[in-house]
């Protein structure tokens, strides 16, 4: 029933687009010719297809605008004319998977009115190889020039029901397990899909996030994101289950509106990559060529970071982040705390500050994240306080001062936590004294936070003004030579490309989970297929006590890991930053594994992925910036992988070892996670390795050339 | 009928307090003992009551809360504990009305408990010779700490069909004409008097500002108004007109919320003025007193200012605070101004600004106001445009550096002028800049403005979060010592006492509208009993020339009002601030007039109201700050207004000399608003001085001792 009905709308649109003139409609395919897209005019309402190697991926599927303040933008349209080019450039990344980016894409500009509204839209179609990108522009003529968007109603017409792996359409969180199903059960499935969290907001039992990764019953790999999210609401998808057609569902405001919008003016990139190799799906660099280039000049200061922190101790322990429990509630700058008594909890104090500062100076990282430094923990979430935090005071057992001098003393920097409580007009009014006090002292790169409901109220986490926050802390940072990883902001769309000192995001369910309630197994064989298709995120790998009795020895529970899979992620998930999470008690139990972790580099070369599939696995290698070093990490779902790596991308000239981090043959995540096992082996390029992968596992490679 | 209900509903209440044992009530007397006011519990809920002279002015009222996120608290009170104590203080403000202001109340404090929800809540009134004031405190203990205000529902029932002078409540603007009607008529002259508005979000049919002026049928002068709104939203009275009941209607944020508040905390004063001569409505203190006292501890950067300005010409002109017309829609920063062709009727340009820096320096003025300096004016309101200006990007014919030297070359100060376009997040973000900008050229006092809706969007110019904003602003100016002069910001309530350098508001109809549609001509009869309650008023007096011909040949507006009055203004409505808003061509003309402007003061040593009678007439004498002169002046509704003054505040031992400015005995508002007649005269103490005021018309005299 359900094909029949599919098959039924698409040949009845066929149909219609059948009978119009050519003048109506333009093609254009890809460099290679693997993918067509078609664009038309149809019932005065524009209309995309898209085809790969034949067979269609996206059906027609309309584009078009609901508006709060005036006639809809949904039909009426001509087309006024069509134009097409060319472009390919190769350009470099200040930090990346690879040093250099091919992007090349053949575009169609198609040119619209909208003659009884004397208004002018134009759409703007490029086609790569490994999909396409489209967006709405709005230029300066007619009558159009400050308009408000009640919804966009871009269509992504499904060809079929397809298998998807998806998270539940949210306006305020990201911070939910996968599911993976047909499309058709989304809907049964939903509520399952949804734990709660500090703040969200669900819109349809048929939403769902992007980027969204799904793949066809022959074998295509199909993915519907965005790019370049600036001045916009974000686009969450909405499914219309019975014809297997995603249309747009964007962010509102706090007065329900979905954008105000002043022309000229576009939206962000549509973007649908395919494929039929899983690995060219996370090969793909779609997202960030549909990015603008670098807006700085001078970026010699933005460099990855490899960082400890104290930080799981609270996660996954009893520590906290405040540090009394003498006042009921904060009235910030109202107490004394010099006069409080300490309960004894907190966990950023001088001592242990600086014995995490030992512990990174003795292992070569960079940084030492310290969260909880700061005054008004004691009720700083949940109330939509206002007033919440100010940046720049110190709990009186934190010496700002000495722990940085002491830290810089080392070769070792502490790095800044701003946890805004979501209360972002607070942040901003503390923010540039908040960056600078992080120059006076030494800091080069913050984690902010957003956690909770948004200030301004009614406002989400998802909205255009709130992502306009988002973009103003990472340029007026950049202002001050200071990196930022921001939690709980807008999922990225490869904004790091123009802004390359935002090098983190969270916007996904990250390792802390694994401490509240556990991620499912196939967590991170979902990951970089959707959340990294963004941008990197501050995932947090490197938890080797998967019981977490170091940090709490009464609590029950566990990291669905095996420690092998651990060190794998530093290389499936693709960052700039990386942390080593767990506490150095459990560190200095497994050195020998743990040398990996100080082993493995935060930027690269080159990067290969060598074997993927969507929820069931993913091997990764890359080769160091500026090194003949690679580095493989593979991670596995609950069924474990065998693989067969061809390191055919070694140089023929030269030797190599590997050090091979494996799961040992009976490492299981739940019942034995910390069985590992640690080989060398003389390797080159015509070596084939095989191995295996526990039940949750994974494992990791580091290859270095003999001299 | 009417009266009946009200007599049958008071007695009913008055019943069923007597039933009450006295461990219920409470009562406390004014020091004079004028004024007696009673609070009980009856039925659990908290009540008050007022009397003036043994006569009822409000009957028993109930106070409570609607809360959003728990159980109401409007009823299940019980009385714990009443107190009372005394304070009698005489204070010295930064500027004022009057060098020494006496503060002098009996205090009864009510501790209430809500024992079904474990809550606490305290009623602290005040009670003064010339009326009372009341809040509610929250103290840190049971179990109301964060809470969610739903609706304040403090009643002030009136004894009676009152005359009142009101304007519509509004969560967005102030900016309405008066009416004269009985309470009772309120309903159905409501949508004769509103207009519109560029924000404006009118709640009841029966919904009222404050400060809001009555009275009674057997003379007594009644006033409702509230001080020291800080961390709160604006009170708005809704009345029951079956009871005249009126009640406290908060303005809700976005999500309709009312308050959001955090323990301890209290709501500001609610209070009710009250006198059976309408001079002593006018001269009290009691806003003022219900303050705190200055929060700075250096003031000598205050000053009151005479200004003119680049205003009136645009106000009431052709001349433009935009530059070009060659912009559609303004994308700041994204054009250049100095290529785009100028439509020549741009005020503010280095030709015309020096022109009233010459006349400013020639006739002794401190400052001139500039407006629409900075660029982003071509479609700077009415978009809900968030990046509207920076606030420091002066357009190509206003030379910022060489215009304030010029000024101070001739001992003149510019004015800044901050236009946000109510889009206070960008004025935040812009603030500290624009701040920093004005120290740098020399400006020490900014006007600012919010025209249009709120950004963020769904707030309203009074709700809690916007009214965080306006102190904001002021309390960072203070940091760079600028005085701050907010229009369209919420009403004031006497925080000019805390902040003295909040040295003006407008919040009401001032005179732009006499160039827009005109107001009543009693309009300046009214504002000091309302407007002027909370703080000065910016009104921008000045005006000569009715028909505005000098700026608009074109025109056919009309100022009503006569010059003689628009002299008298500078007197009665009090401000340390004041303008001449007519243009240097028309002062020329009428320079004998004009030595009256010259000459006034904008600060005193003392102020005594001769006569008024609100909506009739107000009459003022003020003694200027450290001199022995005097001012007095007159305004005048339509029926004009005869004066018999006695001068016997004049220093016994000396002679003066007065030069009164009055209307000519034909001079008229509507028909011959430019005929005065300058005389001079010799007075002393004893001197009784018959005046006329015309009709729309009035008087100023400034009386010199003779040395």
Chains 1, 2 share one sequence.
């Not at 802390?473 to 950049?478: D, K, L």
């Not at 899979?565 to 050195?591: C, H, I, K, W």
Request: charged share 20%; aromatic share 12%.
């Amino acid at each position: 029933m359900k094909y029949k009905s599919l098959s039924a709308m698409a040949l009845a649109i066929a149909g219609v687009s059948f009978a119009f003139s050519e003048a109506h409609a333009a093609q254009i395919s890809s460099p290679s010719g693997s993918i067509v897209l078609n664009a038309e005019v149809v019932d005065s309402i524009p209309v995309y297809s898209v085809n790969y190697k034949g067979k269609p991926v996206i059906l027609p599927s309309k584009l078009g605008f609901e508006l709060a303040d005036g006639p809809d933008m949904m039909d009426g349209f001509s087309l006024i004319s069509t134009s097409t080019s060319s472009f390919d450039e190769t350009w470099n990344p200040v930090w990346g998977e690879n040093k250099n980016i091919r992007n090349n894409y053949n575009e169609l500009l198609v040119k619209l009115d909208q003659p009884r509204c004397y208004r002018k839209m134009n759409l703007r179609f490029r086609v790569y190889d490994d999909g396409i990108g489209f967006r709405y522009e709005f230029p300066q003529e007619g009558v159009l020039t400050y308009f408000i968007i009640k919804e966009e109603h871009s269509q992504f017409a499904m060809a079929g029901d397809h298998t998807a792996w998806w998270i539940a359409g949210d306006y305020d969180t990201q911070e939910y397990d996968y599911t993976e199903s047909r499309l058709s059960e989304i809907r049964s499935k939903m509520s399952e899909a949804i734990c709660s969290n500090a703040s969200q907001t669900l819109f349809s039992p048929t939403g769902v996030q992007t980027s969204l990764q799904m793949k066809t019953d022959d074998g295509i790999y199909i993915n519907l994101h965005e790019a370049a999210l600036i001045d916009y609401s974000c686009m969450h998808l909405n499914l219309d289950d019975k014809n297997m057609v995603f249309e747009s569902w964007l962010t509102p405001d706090a007065q329900g509106n979905k954008g105000h919008m002043q022309s000229p003016c576009h939206t962000p990139w549509r973007t649908v990559m395919i494929a039929d190799n899983a690995c060219d799906i996370l090969a793909s660099n779609l997202i960030l060529n549909l990015n603008e280039p670098c807006a700085y000049d001078d970026t010699s200061w933005i460099k990855p970071v490899k960082y400890v922190g104290v930080w799981w101790e609270m996660i996954a322990g009893p520590q906290e982040w405040s540090y009394t429990s003498d006042v009921p509630s904060v009235k910030l700058n109202k107490h004394d705390y010099t006069a409080l008594k300490p309960h004894g909890k907190h966990a950023a104090n001088n001592a242990n500050v600086r014995k995490y500062i030992d512990f990174a100076a003795e292992h070569g990282f960079d940084q030492v994240l310290v969260e909880g430094w700061n005054i008004g923990w004691e009720d700083w979430f949940g109330h939509s306080k206002d007033y919440v935090f100010d940046f720049q005071t110190p709990y009186p057992d934190f010496d700002v001062d000495a722990l940085n001098s002491y830290a810089n003393s080392k070769g070792v920097k502490l790095m800044m936590h701003h946890e805004t409580s979501a209360s972002v007009r607070n942040y901003e009014r503390h923010m540039d004294a908040a960056y600078k006090f992080m120059e006076k002292h030494g800091y080069n790169a913050v984690k902010s936070g957003y956690v909770g409901n948004m200030l301004p109220r009614g406002e989400h986490h998802y909205s255009q003004w709130i992502n306009n926050h988002y973009l103003y802390a990472v340029t007026e940072a950049a202002k001050h030579k200071i990196m930022v990883n921001a939690h709980e902001a807008v999922r990225p769309t490869g904004l790091c490309r123009t802004y390359p000192n935002l090098i983190g995001n969270e916007s996904a369910r990250g390792t802390e989970y694994e401490a509240f309630a556990g991620n499912k197994p196939f967590h991170t064989t979902v990951l970089p297929f959707t959340r990294l298709q963004g941008g990197p995120m501050d995932y947090t790998p490197g938890i080797f006590d998967m019981d977490m009795k170091e940090v709490n020895p009464d609590g029950n529970g566990h990291v669905n890991s095996t420690i092998a899979r651990q060190l794998g992620l530093y290389v499936t998930m693709y960052s700039p930053l990386q942390m080593a999470a767990d506490v150095p008690e459990v560190y200095n139990r497994f050195m020998d594994a743990f040398q990996f972790i100080k082993d493995v580099a935060v930027d690269w070369d080159e990067s290969k992925y060598l074997e993927a599939e969507p929820g069931r696995y993913i091997v990764a290698a890359r080769k160091a910036k500026g090194k003949n070093d690679w580095f493989i990490g593979c991670t596995a779902n609950e069924d474990g992988h065998s693989s067969d790596l061809k390191l055919d991308f070694l140089d023929a000239d030269k030797k190599y070892e590997a050090t091979i981090y494996a799961d040992a043959d009976d490492a299981h995540y739940a019942t034995n996670p910390q069985a590992y096992k640690i080989t060398k082996k003389k390797v080159n390029s015509k070596t084939r390795l095989k191995l295996k992968a526990a039940p949750g596992g994974g494992y990791a490679i580091s290859i270095k050339p003999i001299n």
